[in-house]
């Protein structure tokens, strides 16, 4: 592409990164990292996230995290990713303060941040985080569709509360 005269755009790089991160590509997705400073898209919203996404699925969550916090502009879809970058690693405390702190920094959860954060309460087994995500849901109004309605059987089934299913 760069030989053709043809530079790469704030679109090309989320491929890139989700391309490294199935394929778990930590070095390529590095030079790629390095590439946005090339083109001037290293405050990029949206290559930012992928790349917080990138750093995560490569269980580097540290790097996950430094992205985020180095965001100059942030959206609900860069919370979403650095809170599953820390559950998905079991970094359990983080993904809880990043999601309490997100509510200080005027963002609201939607149904994405829900259902990782149900995830997570399965995976732990916190049964007690996971009834106040659930009432919250209830509070918000949140429509219950087949994600959180799965996520919240998984929680409680996980955490060994079967009567609330």
């Given amino acids: 592409m760069r030989k053709e005269g043809v530079a790469p755009n704030n679109f090309t790089f989320p491929f ?4 490294c991160a199935t394929c778990l590509a930590l070095e390529e997705g590095k030079q790629a990292h390095a590439d946005i ?17 990138f750093y995560g699925s490569c269980k580097k969550v540290l790097d ?49 941040t829900m259902v990782i954060m149900l995830s997570l309460c399965a995976q732990i087994g916190n049964l007690g985080l996971g009834k106040w995500i659930h009432s919250q849901l209830i509070e918000r109004g949140m429509t ?8 919240l059987v998984d929680m409680y089934a996980k955490s060994g509360d079967l009567w609330s299913c």
């Avoid at 400073?37 to 996404?53: A, M, T």
């Avoid at 219950?144 to 996520?151: D, K």
Wanted: aromatic fraction near 12%; proline fraction near 3%; hydrophobic fraction near 45%.
């Fill in 16 to 19: 890139v990164f989700k391309a």
């Fill in 37 to 53: 400073f090339k083109f001037g898209l290293d405050c990029d919203v949206y290559v930012n996230n992928n790349l917080i996404h």
């Fill in 64 to 112: 996950a995290c430094k992205m985020f916090d180095e965001m100059p502009v942030r959206s609900i879809v860069s919370w979403n990713s650095v809170i599953t970058a820390c559950a998905q690693n079991l970094w359990s405390r983080d993904a809880i303060r990043k999601f309490v702190k997100m509510k200080d920094f005027g963002f609201q959860p939607n149904e994405t």
């Fill in 144 to 151: 219950l569709n087949c994600q959180l309605g799965t996520a």
